[in-house]
């Protein structure tokens, strides 16, 4: 299996051992200031961004701004699982060329534009995206008094260990 699969895998995997430890209340919870914004909405973007990677179209074109955003997914842990579920299967069986050019449709606040990329470069973002994503993800854990058992949840794999320590 090509290593950029394999390391958004991994870091979707993560996904699966958290959202096991929520309930629904916690999932749906959009108390945490400055952006409201819940755990659920969070991991339910990460899921749409890797979905519209996977649909793609017959034309080597993906557009990042037809998410499917069903709110199902951030309210409820089990559709939010089997969301999971079904873009890992999805991504264990995505056969593509790491270097093969396509059309990247998005918005970066000046309205939709077309984007050069390769697969690979917008799996690595992916990849990238969900732990930026993660990052958010534990600071309303935290303002949430929510415990994890996960130590590196939300750090960049380059990060030094050092970093890492609970202080």
Do not use: W
């Amino acid at each position: 299996m090509n290593i950029i699969l394999q390391a958004s895998l991994q870091t979707l995997n993560k996904s699966e051992v958290i959202l096991k430890q929520l309930c629904n209340t916690q999932l749906s919870d959009a108390t945490v200031s400055p952006y409201y914004s819940s755990i659920g909405t969070h991991f339910r973007h990460i899921l749409d961004f890797y979905d519209c990677i996977l649909k793609g179209t017959p034309n080597n074109k993906v557009d990042l701004t037809a998410r499917s955003r069903n709110k199902r997914v951030e309210e409820d842990c089990h559709e939010a699982l089997n969301y999971l579920n079904k873009i890992i299967d999805h991504l264990k069986a995505f056969q593509f060329n790491e270097t093969q050019l396509i059309r990247v449709v998005d918005d970066l606040g000046t309205g939709k534009i077309e984007i050069p990329y390769t697969y690979g470069a917008l799996l690595s973002q992916a990849n990238s995206h969900t732990i930026h994503h993660y990052a958010i993800i534990n600071y309303i854990f935290d303002r949430l008094h929510i415990k994890i058992n996960d130590s590196d949840f939300g750090f960049n794999p380059s990060t030094p260990k050092e970093s890492l320590i609970n202080k």
